[in-house]
């Protein structure tokens, strides 16, 4: 038995009966760690003495009879997630020794719960990006095709999942950054409702877009992790004081009959590819299978989520990036002047897709612009959000693509950031819209990369998409299709 390739609950359920010790469990995912990330590299930092540290401690806690879901398991933590005493750079050069000296909420909850924590995975620079080539220190590749992208901006969490580097992994969703890479990946990703999951201790991109999802090996995965995570902190002032149900009671005895499933007319769009619609047809034909109901629906302002996003996002990271000015904490390149520090700190920190989208949002928010841009941009984003409410009086769930293509090349799009940010065109609109969603594996293309079906919910409906969502993994199998990975000797 390979305990690297084990899933989350295939992995309690050893560990509760004393099968397996974490600390076995734990060296078998840091030797495939080993064996494979220098090919991958899914980690920026591992953290191998902290882990073995905690799976110690787990295994006293496990002999002493105690019990939690995520006690022993090994995961892994998106580099932009403070994890106390470890290097958090967010993917930039201007972050790049800092150490916080706290834990973010998402982080402190699974420590309390047991979980170890093997390391910090690659981002695209700040979370801005839809490939992880955005990071400052190298580019993670994707476990089914090494010439490939994983997806961003937590590309590096999803690749680990692949590739079996991890047993789960927290990620962030700006704009589709889980569940985009978890399609490309042919993974599980869940990007909860904003508002679900705390932010405190999440370093800022785009703070009324930001949210922590899970990804797993399979839906149950990812819920066992959005339970340990969910819920009201008060140090957070956008998270919801809402009870969090029962993730996993929702997925006892999973059946699709009677519920209606919406497929949004705008999202099977000119220049998709061919094989991604095919299987997400298919897919959902698979649904009607199985007893849903398919409804034919229209979100109509999508044409407007692109440039709405592009104008928000960037609005709000150059407000929550002023912070790295060389003075404070982070890189700090001296000069003559305070300006002279200013202008050289962040030219030398910053790498060239974040100085983009800070330029661009400075420019929606200077005087002149901002009722023209920022302003007009939230307006529509209401209409966005409206579209889903009416939605959601019709059906209970939509499906859609994941993404319009599967996996692409490295380097194919890096200098064509229009092309990148069409990676994300079925993605942004949940972001908007505060809802949640989540990305499954539904079938290959020609070339064997994996293609995601989207399943997406109302404002804290997580409990709905994850039952659909297993319900289909329980029919189907492309959720345990696996890379092949030969070990080097």
């Known amino acids: 038995m390979d305990l690297y390739a084990l899933t989350i609950h295939e992995a309690r359920e050893l560990l509760d009966r004393g099968e397996v010790s974490s600390t076995e469990l734990t060296e078998a995912v840091l030797e495939r760690i080993y064996a494979l990330d220098n090919e991958i590299k899914a980690y920026l930092t591992l953290t191998p003495e902290l882990a ?20 022993g398991i090994p995961l892994a933590i998106k580099d932009v997630l403070c994890l106390e005493g470890v290097p958090t750079t967010c993917g930039s050069r201007i972050l790049e020794n800092f150490i916080p000296p706290y834990d ?171 094989e991604v619609e095919k299987g997400v047809r298919a897919a959902i034909a698979q649904l009607a299978d199985m007893g849903a109901e398919i409804v034919e629906i229209s979100l109509p302002h999508t044409e407007y ?99 319009p293509t599967t996996a692409f090349r490295i380097g194919e799009r890096i200098d064509d950031p229009l092309q990148m940010y069409l990676a994300d065109i079925f993605t942004i609109s949940v972001n908007l819209a505060g809802v949640c969603g989540i990305s499954i594996p539904c079938g290959f293309d020609d070339q064997e990369l994996p293609i995601g079906l989207q399943v997406i919910g109302p404002a804290f409906g997580e409990e709905r998409i994850l039952s659909l969502a297993h319900a289909y993994q329980q029919a189907t199998e492309w959720h345990k299709h696996r890379p092949s990975l030969p070990i080097p000797a």
């Open 104 to 274: 973010a909420t998402v982080v402190a909850r699974l420590r309390e719960m047991g979980a170890v924590f093997l390391g910090k995975t690659n981002t695209d620079e700040f979370a801005m990006g839809s490939s992880t080539e955005n990071s400052a220190f190298f580019t993670t590749r994707n476990p089914w095709d090494l010439t490939r992208v994983p997806g961003g901006s937590s590309g590096g969490s999803a690749a680990a999942i692949a590739a079996d580097l991890c047993l789960g992994a927290l990620g962030t969703d700006t704009g589709g950054s889980v569940r985009q890479p978890a399609a490309l990946c042919g993974v599980t990703g869940l990007k909860p409702s904003y508002g679900r999951v705390s932010r405190y201790g999440l370093v800022a991109y785009a703070s009324s877009l930001d949210q922590v999802g899970t990804f797993g090996k399979d839906v149950v995965d990812a819920a066992i992790l959005l339970q340990a995570i969910a819920g009201h902190d008060p140090r957070d002032s956008t998270s919801m004081d809402l009870p969090v149900p029962d993730y996993l009671a929702a997925l006892k005895a999973p059946d699709v009959r009677g519920l209606r499933v919406g497929v949004p007319q705008e999202y099977f769009i000119e220049g998709m590819q061919p």
């Open 305 to 403: 989520a692109l440039p709405v996003y592009y104008l928000i996002a960037p609005a709000e990271a150059s407000a929550n990036l002023a912070r790295y000015d060389g003075v404070r904490y982070g890189l700090s390149v001296a000069a003559k002047d305070l300006w002279e520090t200013y202008r050289r700190t962040r030219g030398q920190g910053f790498g060239p897709e974040v100085k983009r989208r800070i330029m661009l949002g400075t420019y929606a928010l200077s005087a002149g612009y901002y009722d023209a841009y920022y302003l007009k941009a939230g307006q529509v984003r209401t209409l966005i959000k409206q579209d889903f409410e009416r939605a959601f009086e019709q059906v209970d769930v939509i499906v859609c693509p994941t993404s």
């Open 52 to 71: 073995m540290e905690q799976a110690a401690e787990a295994d006293r806690r496990l002999a002493a009879g105690e019990r939690t879901p995520l006690l």
